[in-house]
């Protein structure tokens, strides 16, 4: 193999993708990994959120690894220190997704680092993919917001398929290409809707094009094929807000998008998604230091307890001494 052509389908399910195949509604996708190929059903990273999911595939590691533990965190000593600094806290949602790359630790090296002709398209961490490289750098944010304000994904699925090819045609040795629209349209519906199916149907359809172009110019032998999801999505039927239930445990708490007041804060609560929220506590000497289970349990007795009793709740961690 020369070269290397991975499509991220954000939110793509395994076991959604297999009854499609067997239903005979992606015929491209069945013919190109279910028969002539390899279709594994893997396990994604911790978080499995959008963008610190996509690090394993780009770097080789987990996103705590890489300095990146979730959509959302907080840095407890540049927190404690007061004033203004981007070290503080991070949302990579909107404009912050922009700071994702630097945030990874130098040492830790992505794949545009290492293969000089590599592109990178609608995909937030594109360290390395210097110049044009980085196909979307500044136009990604505006088709999210695109997205976000119409519903339309369909219209950015198209974008990113339309860029796909025209790269294709210029035979580079990796792309690494992100198609939303089953995530975006799973989140607005449910993994089973008809918007959503949808888009799986689009995706075969682009996979057959894209294996398309390879055949017409002389490439589809000598370039690995990879379709990838960064983690599946479960239809949300509830909702438990963190928020509510530590201002109840008068741990009033520090959050998202209300980052301006920090005042008599005693808890910090930083969400990933649906299904991973970091916490973070004020200690008796301030925020500088992680918080130990035993002075959790001192200054917040009984805390543990009720959120693994919460039905919205299958794991609680916590640091030991």
Same mark, same amino acid.
């Given at each position: ?19 499609? %195949? =067997? $239903?005979?509604? !992606?015929?491209?996708?069945?013919? +190109? ?6 279709? &594994?059903?893997? #396990? ?111 219209? %950015? =699925? $198209?974008?990113? !398929?339309?860029?796909?090819?025209? +790269? ?6 990796? &792309?690494?290409? #992100? ?116 002075? !959790? ?15 919205? #709740? ?8």
């Amino acid at each position: 193999m020369k070269r290397s052509i991975v499509i991220l389908a954000d939110g793509a399910r395994a076991d959604v993708m297999r009854e499609l %195949v =067997d $239903e005979g509604k !992606l015929p491209n996708i069945a013919r +190109l990994f279910y028969e002539s190929g390899t279709a &594994i059903d893997g #396990v994604t990273s911790f978080p499995s959120t959008t963008g610190p999911a996509y690090l394993p595939f780009l770097t080789g590691c987990l996103p705590g690894t890489c300095n990146v533990p979730g959509i959302r965190w907080l840095d407890k000593p540049y927190f404690d220190a007061g004033g203004w600094s981007l070290k503080k806290h991070r949302s990579y949602v909107g404009l912050e997704s922009f700071l994702m790359g630097k945030d990874i630790w130098p040492h830790i090296r992505t794949i545009f680092e290492l293969v000089n002709d590599s592109f990178s398209i609608f995909n937030p961490i594109a360290r390395g993919a210097t110049g044009g490289r980085n196909v979307t750098k500044i136009m990604r944010i505006w088709y999210w917001y695109y997205g976000h304000l119409t519903d339309h994904w369909a219209y %950015v =699925d $198209e974008a990113g !398929l339309a860029k796909t090819l025209g +790269l294709i045609r210029r035979a580079p040795r990796f &792309i690494f290409a #992100v198609f939303p629209g089953i995530d975006e349209y799973s989140h607005l519906a449910h993994p089973h809707h008809e918007s959503t199916i949808e888009r799986y149907v689009w995706l075969d359809k682009a996979m057959g094009d894209i294996h398309a172009e390879l055949e017409r110019t002389g490439n589809a032998k000598t370039t690995a094929l990879w379709l990838v999801s960064d983690h599946g999505l479960s239809k949300t039927d509830h909702h438990f807000c963190m928020n509510t239930f530590l201002k109840n445990e008068d741990l009033d708490p520090f959050f998202y998008p209300l980052i301006f007041n920090t005042k008599g804060k005693r808890a910090a609560s930083m969400v990933s998604g649906n299904g991973m929220n970091h916490l973070y506590f004020k200690n008796s000497d301030g925020w500088t230091r992680h918080t130990v289970r035993s002075e !959790l349990e001192h200054t917040a007795p009984g805390l543990i307890e009720k959120l693994r009793d919460q039905s919205a #709740v299958d794991i609680v961690a916590v640091r030991n001494e």
